[in-house]
């Protein structure tokens, strides 16, 4: 708007008494300064917004020390905790909202209120009194146009200081009225600062339709409000928004000549209203952080009593429920409708993490744009689950390869958005505003809550930005149909069930001995550190959505016997084949057998009983019940020990450990072969794990820092410490919480295993000491298993725990 011709107040004469006390004595026009009757005095927070009709009748400070300032020419005397300017500035300010919640935020945010309340109330409801269809979708926008003649305000950069000029009987009532009768004498805050002048308030109702956008319609009412100003002609354009929206428009005013404002139509009148602010000004606006809380002068344990008063005031006064202005979307999902593919309108790119599927980067990963893989089945990290996070307005965003949740990274603009946990569920940086974009199916802009800014598409990034409107800030929710979402990967896992919560699948009786005969029911158990909790899941051939599940400890695998879960030897049946059906969580299935179409379940009085048998029966994935449903919890593949612990390396079935023969002066040589002897301590049977530099590690003998290989005939042999061929170097696969499989990057496929003395002794190992170790086809059996012991430091001879 242009600069329109602006009057400074003429003072002509010297206060001769100045106080915000309740005095009422008559002082003459001339002796008047602006503001002296405003600030520091309480203020209805209810009321209206920036008007003496909410100011209350009482100001909490005294008149004590005084100050001169200079206005012009003349000198004054004025309470030293005051502020005094003549600024002389014009300041369009804009309040908005679809609806009325919207609109009393907008309204109470420019004054930096955040708490939940309907404040100002009066000027919010004075906007919505037009006539108008609740089954329509409204828009309010109003221009608050003010000529700030003054500022004027209270010293609050020393509140410690600022209590010696507290008003004597407030300072009384402050620590000593009961809280709800002193916020009605004196308000809940006070005015700190505030603009002495004029406003003009042009407040608009408009129709939303497909055909009408709030941004256009917004721009449309400012044209309209220029015109009436002289600053602006309205467009054709302009005139013709305001008529397929229906706009309705009225003004009101405080301070100068407000009877000529009756009319808008002559943009003189705006002049002439104008014109009489220097002679009429009044309270007209607050700057942000103009009205403080009173309890901020009371002592501590009054203050949290004040404050916890307010915070129940407030509910007495709570925002009206959100009125949804999103259009339906639709779903693509039978079941699940919550569902989506988020893309960027502006770049066709979709969010998505670094990484594949269920691998994809969990906490602290950046939610970024990827383009679309065109692969028959999506990866889980590109499913969007939205869900309602409880305060009618705002919603969670949750991508489905984790429990985590989409957060805003920092509150200041340009930051990312990333993943974190929500174990409150109330985390307000997780929390997101779905707002429509009007003519557009299912798409939306996405506001932070706790920051006010927009979701933007930067590139291959998304950041926070502020409010532009622009097609990079849109997103369309593309439903998502579960069916399309790939299998789990092969791999270890644990199987829990979601009734049961800390209830795993598992076998009877303990590891070893329970993995031995076929027919042997699969049950729950409260989980322990037992090795017979980890399963692998090993995709069928052909398959990439069918497993054989295979327990850990055992080399047979799940059957469904007709009525339960068994194990037995693996013979490729559609018995033994599964199936995992997203449930509608992170990582959470139907258990899906290929034969007869049952799934895994629980009896639902059984599901937190120990040894309780899994069944197969009839499932329906609209209304599964928890005891259907089942959580896969994924196991760490490989463990890397700190590269300068000292271990042992025991058996993990017996008590022998992985040693060298002959004495430390005989063995430290090349081509030794490792056996298995008790634990004597010494270095030969100390070993560290020194990364190789390429994902592997090196088994280093301590006696003489010798590389352990694998030597040509399969046995686990010294070298040199220079060695470095991929025969010595190794991973540790983790196969339970503390067991581990040795497997060489030379040949994968085989691990470490305790050989027998001879043939004669069969393949199972008997426990005895001097048996030799051979690398043969990795099975997992027990013989195949190993634990690493600290050898020195606190835990020393305490096995180490290589996950949870």
């Not at 409801?125 to 500022?151: C, L």
């Not at 927009?454 to 990079?472: H, M, P, R």
């Not at 042997?520 to 090795?531: A, F, M, P, Y």
């Not at 410490?721 to 190794?730: H, I, Q, T, Y």
Request: with cysteine; glycine share 6%; charged share 25%.
């Amino acid at each position: 708007m242009k600069n329109f011709k602006l009057y400074f107040i003429k003072v002509i004469a010297l206060m001769l008494l100045f106080s915000c006390s309740n005095t009422k004595e008559e002082e003459e026009e001339e002796n008047f300064v602006p503001g002296t009757d405003i600030a520091g005095y309480g203020y209805n927070i209810f009321g209206e917004y920036a008007r003496m009709s909410s100011r209350k009748d009482y100001c909490l400070f005294d008149l004590k020390d005084m100050k001169k300032i200079r206005i012009g020419k003349d000198e004054y005397d004025i309470p030293k905790y005051l502020n005094i300017k003549n600024i002389s500035q014009h300041d369009i300010k804009t309040v908005e909202g679809d609806s009325k919640r919207d609109y009393a935020m907008s309204l109470s945010a420019k004054v930096g209120f955040t708490f939940e309340a309907m404040v100002f109330s009066g000027s919010v409801e004075g906007s919505y009194d037009f006539e108008s269809s609740e089954s329509e979708h409204y828009y309010y926008y109003t221009v608050m146009d003010a000529i700030d003649k003054w500022q004027v305000s209270i010293e609050t950069r020393d509140l410690e200081g600022l209590k010696a000029f507290l008003e004597p009987q407030f300072k009384k009532d402050l620590e000593n009225m009961d809280p709800y009768e002193l916020f009605d004498h004196y308000g809940t805050h006070y005015i700190s600062s505030a603009f002495i002048g004029g406003r003009i308030d042009y407040t608009s109702e408009s129709k939303v339709s497909e055909g009408t956008t709030t941004q256009a319609i917004a721009a449309a009412v400012n044209a309209s409000y220029g015109n009436f100003t002289g600053d602006t002609e309205m467009e054709t354009s302009d005139s013709q928004t305001l008529k397929n929206a229906e706009t309705k428009t009225k003004l009101s005013t405080i301070g100068g000549n407000s009877e000529f404002l009756k009319s808008t139509d002559d943009s003189d009148n705006y002049s002439k209203w104008v014109e009489g602010i220097s002679e009429k000004p009044v309270l007209c606006d607050f700057p942000k952080g103009g009205l403080r809380p009173i309890w901020e002068f009371a002592s501590a344990a009054r203050q949290k009593e004040l404050n916890e008063a307010f915070d129940e005031l407030c509910k007495k006064h709570p925002l009206p429920q959100e009125i949804m202005t999103e259009m339906a979307i639709e779903s693509g999902d039978e079941v699940f409708k919550d569902l989506f593919y988020i893309q960027s309108v502006s770049e066709s790119t979709y969010w998505d993490l670094a990484g594949t599927h269920y691998n994809a980067n969990k906490i602290d990963g950046k939610v970024k744009l990827f383009h679309g893989n065109g692969d028959e089945l999506t990866g889980a990290d590109r499913f969007y689950k939205i869900i309602p996070s409880g305060d009618a307005k705002n919603v969670y965003i949750q991508p489905q390869h984790t429990k985590a949740y989409v957060t805003t990274a920092s509150n200041s603009s340009g930051s990312a958005i990333t993943l974190k946990a929500n174990n409150a569920q109330n985390n307000p940086n997780q929390k997101f505003k779905k707002i429509a974009v009007e003519g557009t199916k299912n798409t939306y802009y996405l506001q932070s809550a706790t920051t006010g800014f927009y979701l933007t598409a930067k590139g291959s990034n998304i950041a926070l930005e502020k409010k532009s409107n622009s097609k990079n800030q849109q997103w369309l929710f593309k439903p998502a149909d579960s069916k399309k979402m790939a299998a789990p990967f092969e791999g270890k896992y644990l199987l829990k069930n979601v009734a049961g919560n800390v209830f795993y699948a598992n076998l009877p009786g303990n590891a070893p001995e329970n993995q031995k005969d076929n027919g042997n029911w699969v049950v729950i158990k409260k989980r322990d550190d037992g090795s017979d909790y980890t399963l692998e899941l090993k995709n069928v051939s052909n398959s990439k959505k069918q497993f054989f599940i295979q327990p850990m400890h055992s080399p047979k695998v799940f059957d469904f016997d007709g009525n339960g879960l068994t194990i037995s030897d693996q013979h490729g049946g559609d018995n033994q084949k599964f199936e995992f059906i997203y449930a509608g969580s992170p990582m959470v299935f139907l258990v899906r057998c290929v034969k007869d179409d049952k799934y895994l379940q629980l009896e639902p009085s059984e599901t937190t009983r120990n040894d309780s048998w899994i069944k197969l029966k009839d499932a329906n994935l609209e209304n599964a019940p928890e005891y259907a449903k089942w959580e896969l919890e994924p196991v760490v593949n490989n463990y890397v020990p700190d590269p300068n612990q000292e271990f042992y390396i025991r058996s993990a079935y017996s008590d022998k450990f992985i040693d060298l023969p002959g004495t430390p002066q005989e063995n430290n040589a090349q081509n030794i072969k490792a056996l298995l002897y008790d634990i004597d301590h010494g270095k030969d049977q100390i070993y560290k794990f020194k990364p190789a530099g390429d994902g592997y590690l090196y088994v280093v003998n301590q006696n003489g820092n010798r590389k352990m290989i694998v030597a040509n005939d399969g046995n686990f042999h010294t070298s040199t410490p220079d060695f470095n061929g991929d025969n010595s170097k190794f991973l540790l696969k983790i196969i339970a919480p503390y067991e581990f499989v040795l497997v060489a990057k030379s040949n994968p496929n085989k691990a470490l295993e305790v050989g027998p003395v001879d043939n004669s002794l069969g393949s199972w190992f008997s426990g005895s000491a001097g048996h030799p170790l051979y690398f043969r086809n990795l099975n997992y059996n027990p013989s195949q298993r190993f634990v690493l012991v600290h050898a020195n430091g606190s835990n020393a001879l305490h096995s180490a725990k290589i996950f949870d």
